[in-house]
């Protein structure tokens, strides 16, 4: 400060080396970021200047305030100094008639002629001042002496914005914003304040009336945004608004709405309604500022579904007036009908069973069908469309309404006559039948999802048409008019659709030949003759496999079934998965117990057509993996009609299987056909088990499936068709086909099989290979074994003499505690993890099936042979055993095993 005095030296300079070094004291000594470097030194100075010197700096300061400061550089310098010091000293050597009424003056002048204006400095300092830290009731004191209701209401908002892109050097130079950047601040920093009192003191209307005054400020903020923001210096004001606003809507979530707030979330409705649509030049393809725009408009959404959920009813109700209100218009643009589809969607996924938001749904949906074609014409009612940007919007419209129709199924179900006009829209000039490739194949996919779950309700109202109108569609002659991918979305729509059993057989009939009949007759033609691409084909076969996706038939006495993934499931009971119907697989979806005759002949001819496109190229991996793929979908829509052909076809597909990965893919379509069929594949399954099992073993490594444990890309191909392969396994005893591995043509392999499954069920597995699955497997494979063979004469000839209930004494005891060992191994002793569990019930479950059999033989072999040798304590092991001898609860027995693991693995 005694630089001010010194008249040898210049006043400028001064006052400049002055006000240096009062900054350069708050940096390296006095600010936050200082004192958590040294607390102790900067405490020190600070009570220091408290007790000597602070009043007399302060009072310089002001000195440099005025009606006119005399320099502008010297004004922003003094409420720099204000703004630091503020934050240890007394507030009122700040907030007082020396600093408050020139802050006040600068904040709510108007502009004039050659005068400078400080608002950025105020803001700031008053910023600093609110912000405060001190005790609730004594926050709501200053905040009322401070009469920030007033200040609100002077200041010159519109000013402010044209003045938004200039900023002082000085004041750019201290790190400041521009004058609306931390006008914005403080706004939210008052606001924010007065919502942490508000939880001391919910009543005090005090505080209520401070946040009415923020929000239009913050509001007016957002709605002049696109001046505002032609400085990026001013996105942190924008940033600010979003946030105190954003934060009003959370505390009106947590102290309910009166009428005061009712109105508040009104504005904000409003102003959201302003500014997210689409400015009038927006198209993505070409606006290098698209990406801003989105994130923005995400932010204000997100902003809107809060506020839905706070005040769902009133946001229904001002949301249906706004878009009555558009309705009514005779003119309007292509971005607020696309606003008005987005907003509706999102109140429909946070209340679809509103009633209010029925109505709401019904009126935009019940309303936009009959006036879709007139609402984007290519006239003067749209303002932009005949811009590219308009284009875009116009498409983004009609896109937004079609999916908001495809979400708004459930309501759809109910109102048929909607649907109708929905559908027409869907195959009109802005749907399926658009100029704009993006808009036909959006279009299509959403097609499909609302036909998905409205397929009966089509099928038994509109079948012929939708399939006069989708047909031609893909059957047109112009074959860039809808993407490939996009004609699979039509065919799994049409095949849905006429999947559904109907009324009228002949006109289901009719068109399922329109479309399978050219699939069929291109995959022929390409079968015998090489001028025909293979390609084309391929493609037909793809197509056809979408088609047939809506074609499910069941049998009427489905056996019980086991589905290889359900062996991957954690089971509740005893049953598990053990005795699902397959039936309960599908629960949920509409399926066809029959198919009329001539669908199932030219499904039949369809299949025929595929199978024979492999002599184009029988060992091509393309031709294979599309061809797999049919055959899934044709024994799931032909069901028994498929038996002949899998008994027909797996040999020749056996023989060309080269790689593991090969006979994988071959296994998952046996497995699906032995789920599906169950005890009805016996004869089949009898004549290919050992060709299957041949080929299996020629990929497997021999008696040493340890070898696996590697992390080679080919050993991890076996792994994955060992998986396959105990999950075949599983198919059949979970099926009641176990009786095919003993049958006199398979009693050769039959030994090596068993072996494969106590190979698998001992080898020390890691947890990325998948190993408790296979464990799971093989213990429930040898649970069927012991189950179902015991009584079988056979059996004995397999174990080359030896008695059943010998070669189960001797065998499954190691296998349950050497699979059990690595189960525990692989979860580090967690056996409560559900997949961990799972496999421990699987191997008691098989203790408890091999006792009841070879009763003391096999507890004997676990308890005093086995189990010590692994190093397992003889009290354990009896006790162990006798829990397992009278206790028939499995759940029950689980954590008892895993005691004993652990001891085994000494893991505590």
């Known amino acids: 400060m005694a630089f001010l005095d010194l008249e040898s030296i210049d006043q400028s300079l001064r006052t400049d080396m002055y006000f240096r070094i009062v900054r350069a004291c708050d940096d390296e000594v006095t600010s936050v970021r200082a004192t958590q470097v040294n607390r102790e030194r900067s405490m020190r100075v600070k009570d220091t200047l408290r007790a000597t010197c602070i009043q007399s700096l302060v009072n310089s300061w002001s000195k440099f305030l005025g009606n006119v400061p005399q320099n502008a550089m010297f004004a922003c310098w003094a409420l720099d ?49 609110v912000s405060k830290r001190m005790d609730a009731a004594l926050k709501i004191s200053l905040l009322e002496s401070l009469r920030i209701n007033e200040l609100f209401a002077a200041i010159p908002f519109g000013e402010i914005v044209i003045e938004s892109n200039s900023v002082l050097q000085v004041e750019s130079d201290l790190g400041l914003r521009s004058a609306v950047g931390e006008i914005a601040l403080l706004v939210r920093s008052l606001a924010m304040e007065a919502f942490e009192c508000m939880r001391v003191s919910p009543k005090d209307t005090r505080l209520s009336e401070i946040t009415n005054h923020a929000l239009p400020i913050a509001l007016g903020i957002l709605l002049n945004q696109e001046t505002i923001l032609q400085d990026p210096r001013n996105e942190d004001a924008v940033e600010f608004s979003l946030e105190l606003i954003a934060n009003y809507v959370n505390l009106c979530k947590k102290s309910g709405i009166d009428q005061s707030s009712n109105q508040n979330l009104e504005q904000i409705l409003n102003v959201i309604f302003k500014i997210a649509v689409f400015p009038t030049d927006y198209d993505p393809a070409q606006d290098d500022d698209a990406a801003n725009f989105e994130t923005a408009r995400a932010q204000l959404i997100t902003l809107f579904r809060n506020i839905a959920v706070t005040a769902p009813q009133h946001t229904f109700s001002v949301l249906l007036e706004r878009i009555q209100a558009l309705q ?57 469309a005949s811009s590219k940007s308009g284009g875009h919007q116009m498409a983004s419209a009609a896109l937004m309404y079609f999916d908001l129709a495809a979400r708004s199924h459930r309501i759809l179900s109910r109102k048929p006559d909607v649907l109708f006009g929905i559908l027409q829209s869907f195959f009109g000039s802005h749907g399926l039948q658009s100029s704009d490739r993006y808009t036909r194949s959006r279009c299509a996919y959403l097609l499909l999802r609302l036909v998905r779950p409205l397929r009966a309700v089509l099928a038994d109202k509109f079948l012929e048409n939708f399939m006069r109108a989708l047909v031609p569609l893909v059957s047109a002659q112009d074959s860039n008019f809808l993407a490939y991918e996009d004609e699979l979305y039509l065919y799994e729509a049409a095949g849905l659709v006429l999947g559904m059993e109907h009324a009228n057989s002949y006109t289901r009939c009719a068109f399922f030949s329109l479309l399978i009949t050219p699939l069929v007759k291109t995959m022929e033609e390409t079968s015998v003759s090489t001028a025909f691409p293979l390609d084309q084909g391929m493609k037909c076969l793809r197509a056809a496999g979408s088609l047939s996706k809506g074609f499910t038939v069941l049998s009427s006495d489905v056996s019980p079934s086991i589905s290889p993934r359900k062996l991957d499931q954690n089971e509740s009971s005893d049953q598990g998965s053990m005795g699902v119907n397959e039936s309960q ?41 599309h061809l797999l793929f049919f055959f899934h979908r044709m024994v799931e829509t032909l069901g028994e009609e498929s038996i002949p052909y899998i008994e027909s076809t797996i040999p020749d597909l056996l023989k060309e299987s080269c790689t593991a990965p090969d006979v994988t893919s071959l296994l998952l379509l046996v497995n699906q056909a032995v789920c599906k069929f169950g005890e009805k594949l016996f004869t089949t399954m009898d004549g290919l088990f050992t060709g299957i099992v041949t080929r299996i073993f020629d990929f497997l490594p ?44 398979n009693v050769p392999c039959a030994s090596r099989v068993v072996q494969s499954v106590i190979q698998s069920a001992t080898v020390q597995w890691n947890a990325t290979q998948g190993g408790l699955l296979i ?58 993890r559900p997949n961990v569990h799972s496999v421990l019930r699987e191997n008691i479950k098989l203790q408890h099936i091999s006792y009841e059999y070879c009763s003391t033989p096999f507890l004997q072999q676990l308890c005093t042979v086995i189990l010590p040798s692994f190093g397992c304590a003889p009290l354990l092991c009896e006790q162990y055993g006798k829990y397992l001898t009278t206790c028939e609860n499995i759940d029950t027995l689980v954590p008892i095993f895993a005691d004993v693991l652990k001891q085994i693995l000494n893991i505590k």
């Open 585 to 625: 697989t599908v629960s949920g979806v509409n399926v066809t117990l029959t198919l009329p005759v001539d669908i199932v002949s030219e499904w039949k001819s369809c299949l025929d057509a595929v199978l024979s496109m492999r002599r184009r190229d029988p060992s091509g991996m393309e031709v294979r993996k």
């Open 81 to 129: 100094a204000a703004r630091r010091f503020v934050e240890w000293i007394d507030i009122t050597l700040i907030a007082n008639n020396q600093f408050l009424p020139f802050i006040y003056s600068e904040l709510t002048r108007r502009t004039e002629p050659n005068r400078t204006s400080f608002r950025a400095s105020a803001a700031a300092t008053l910023n600093a001042i």
């Open 328 to 384: 009514s218009q005779s003119q309007f643009q292509a971005s607020e009908v696309e606003l008005m589809f987005t907003l509706v969607e999102n109140v429909y996924d946070l209340a679809q069973d509103d009633p209010a938001v029925i109505e709401l749904v019904a009126v935009v949906l019940g309303h936009a069908p009959t006036e879709l074609s007139a609402m984007f014409p290519t006239s003067s009612r749209v303002a932009q």
């Open 775 to 832: 464990i799971k497997q093989c213990c429930f494979v040898l649970q069927s074994m012991v189950s179902q063979w015991s009584n079988n004469p056979a059996i004995h000839s397999i174990l080359s003499g030896t008695g059943f209930s010998a070669f189960i004494s001797e065998h499954i005891p190691l296998v349950c505690v050497q699979a059990g060992i690595t189960a525990m191994r692989i979860c580090n002793g967690n056996f409560n």
């Open 702 to 745: 021999g008696s040493n499936l340890r070898s696996l444990v590697t992390q080679s890309e080919e050993d991890r191909e076996r792994v994955e068709l060992l998986k396959t392969y105990m999950a075949f396994l599983g198919c059949l005893c979970g099926n009641n086909l176990s009786g095919v591995i003993i049958t006199p043509l």
